[in-house]
């Protein structure tokens, strides 16, 4: 039976990581994801779990150390946000080209300078092509429950790759919310045992990791990547089809909320989504018809799905809380190219917003959806681009 | 959003503020109901004011933006009285629980409020009484079920309370900390 707990954020990644009981942890804590390396210290120090917490002097370290603790065959997790996600950027890059299913959660929030301790998604943002599954949480729940498929994904035969949960720093990290806490046994059941593969301690099948790759090798280990991550999107799938068996949450690629006959949509990612539900549900009860994409699998990203779902939309606004200097927004981006072979072809714009956690009220939705009907009668794009809720705007 | 229940903090760092708001939306969740609760999030430093919200809801709550508009307005800390975020979103309907010693019609006026209802609670002289220092919060717990029985009876808090309360807290506090709730509850007055 699940319990239902009010926790926070960072509690239920602490809690999810328990039930996933890893072989090594290596971390360097940071604000505002540190509680969840101090709650499973707790864990450790109380004997909840067999995990080697490894405490190390840097993020840089503490990737490294989940690097060489999953090509050893262990089964690893860490956590971290930010600046130290930057720091760590060199040895992301190694644990997805190495094919580490290192397990991660990044609690999003801004980089410096100036100095801000704040949501914001330019940390996460900024490492999506370094080769890791990124799944994006709205609440408590959905990032629990995307820790809790990120093995059974991550290390599924087809992928080996590692993988990270984002969720919002402090909106999501530090608010206690109502949850539901599954079983610890149903869990374990679900997740499964880890197999490493051709791991360092094999002594019998002695093997070679990190070699050289020049211009005769390299790209073909790129590509094979490249491979292994498109191969993600279907088991995402069937991880998240099989959660929603077992536990009764349905989960997809992203989500769909009120798109049926939807002629505006905004498209978004993490915590904003529910202040952006409660404003469809207010304009759907005045008539308008609006809707919500909600991105949770931003790599591999879902081209043909997406465009799938926003093929009968009108205008579509695309909501980014990170920035590209000289630039569109990465969400924008994205979802541009989906449409681009979409006929007719929506209007797309793009409106960066909440960077540093400068909020986003539901009175400032309305603002952008009132703008989208304009934009939807006169059937063109005034400003393509633009800041939301900024001086000097 | 009105279809939450919408409680807005006021305190100081150091005062448990942010631990109150979070101790009660566990309570409330004990009884059933969808909680949220989160502090105005920054740099901690004692003495400066902070805030924290709690939501509550027969239904899961999706907003996360800080209170605006709340239904009850908690002050941990008298010494803001004076300053405009307290009032800030104030309607007919706000409901203020307030922790000082002073009289409840003198505490409304320094608000500078008229048809508002106004609970007091001398939640600092409890907590002196029975922690032999300053930590208001289960105090004005007790007095937040004085104020909105809709919301959580005594009895229920008292019960959650012993509940989250066992996990952190020595026996010998716990018990300090439920009466603390009760003297809260047992000792408002309202104007």
Sequence with gaps: MPTTKAITGNG???????????????????????????????????????????????????????????????????????????????????????????????????LSAPINIHCDHNDSMGARDAGWIQIYAENNQEAYDNMIMA?????????????????????????????????????????????GQNTLLDNEHPVTWGALGLHDYYIEFKRGQQMA???????????????????????????????????????????????????????????EKVGLLKIRVFRPFPYAEIAEALKDVKVITVLDRSTSMGAYGPLFGEI?????????????????????????????????????????????IEKLFDFLNVRGG | MSEYFEVRWHGRGGQGTVTGAKSLAEAVQGTGKFVSAFPDYGPERRGAPVRAFDRFADKRIRVHIPVREPNVIMIVDPTLIGTKALVEGVSDETVFVVNTEKDAGETKQALGLTGQTLYTVPANSISYRLFKREIPNSAMMGAFARACPQIISLEALVRESERAFAHLLAKDLVAKNLDAIRCGYEEVKSA
């Excluded at chain 1, 979409?342 to 400068?358: E, K, M, Q, S, V």
């Design chain 1, 12 to 110: 239920a990644m602490a809690q999810a990581m328990r039930q996933i009981n890893p072989d090594v942890v290596a971390a360097f804590p940071i604000t505002p994801s540190t509680q969840i390396i101090e709650d499973f210290a707790e864990f450790v120090a109380d004997g909840e779990v067999n995990t080697e917490l490894i405490t190390v002097e840097s993020e840089h370290s503490a990737m490294s150390a989940c690097i060489g603790a999953s090509a050893a065959g262990g089964r690893v997790m860490t956590a971290t946000s930010a600046n130290g996600l930057a720091l760590m950027w060199e040895m992301l890059y190694i644990a997805a080209s190495m094919r580490q299913p290192v397990l991660m959660s990044v609690v999003n929030r801004a």
């Design chain 1, 151 to 195: 093995p059974a994904i991550a290390e599924h035969m087809d992928v080996r790759l590692p993988l990270m949960v984002c969720l919002d720093g402090f909106i999501i990290s530090h608010s206690i919310e109502t949850m539901e806490l599954e079983d610890d046994q149903k869990v374990r059941d679900f997740i499964g045992q880890y197999q």
């Design chain 1, 336 to 380: 541009r190219t989906a449409l681009y072979d979409a006929n007719p072809r929506p209007l797309i714009y793009n409106r960066t917003f909440g960077l540093g956690g400068r909020e986003l009220f539901p009175d400032d939705i309305r603002e952008v959806f009132a703008e989208s009907k304009r934009y939807l009668e006169s059937g063109k």
């Design chain 1, 229 to 287: 991550i498109q191969n993600a999107k279907a088991v995402i799938q069937d991880v998240s089809e099989r959660f929603g068996q077992q536990f009764g949450r349905k989960y997809d690629l992203f989500e769909s909320y009120r798109l049926d006959d939807a002629e505006r949509v905004i498209v978004a990612i993490n915590s904003v989504a529910g202040e952006i539900k409660e404003v469809v549900d207010a304009l759907r009860d005045e008539g």
